[in-house]
């Protein structure tokens, strides 16, 4: 798994995945029931974390500079 996601990719996709992961389950604080669509949020985080996207190699794009440059 080679790195395909750079640093402002990364941030947008940390700040969705916790931006989604909060609006499914922020209800349930509040005495509502949980929205589980919000648990879409666990994919931009986890590729997020692991700096690799799944879709990037088969659509050939890296938003990794550096990565790119190692090649």
């Given at each position: 798994?080679?790195?395909?996601?750079?640093?402002?990719d990364?941030i947008v996709?940390?700040?969705?995945?916790?931006?989604?992961?909060?609006?499914?389950?922020?209800?349930?604080?509040?005495?509502?029931?949980?929205?589980?669509?919000?648990?879409?949020?666990?994919?931009?985080?986890?590729?997020?974390?692991m700096?690799?996207?799944?879709?990037?190699?088969?659509?050939?794009?890296?938003?990794?500079?550096?990565?790119?440059?190692?090649?």
């Amino acid at each position: 798994m080679t790195k395909n996601v750079g640093g402002i990719d990364r941030i947008v996709r940390l700040v969705a995945g916790l931006a989604l992961l909060a609006w499914g389950f922020a209800p349930a604080v509040s005495g509502g029931e949980i929205n589980w669509l919000g648990a879409i949020g666990v994919v931009p985080l986890f590729t997020a974390l692991m700096n690799w996207c799944p879709l990037y190699p088969l659509l050939g794009i890296s938003t990794c500079a550096k990565c790119s440059a190692e090649k």
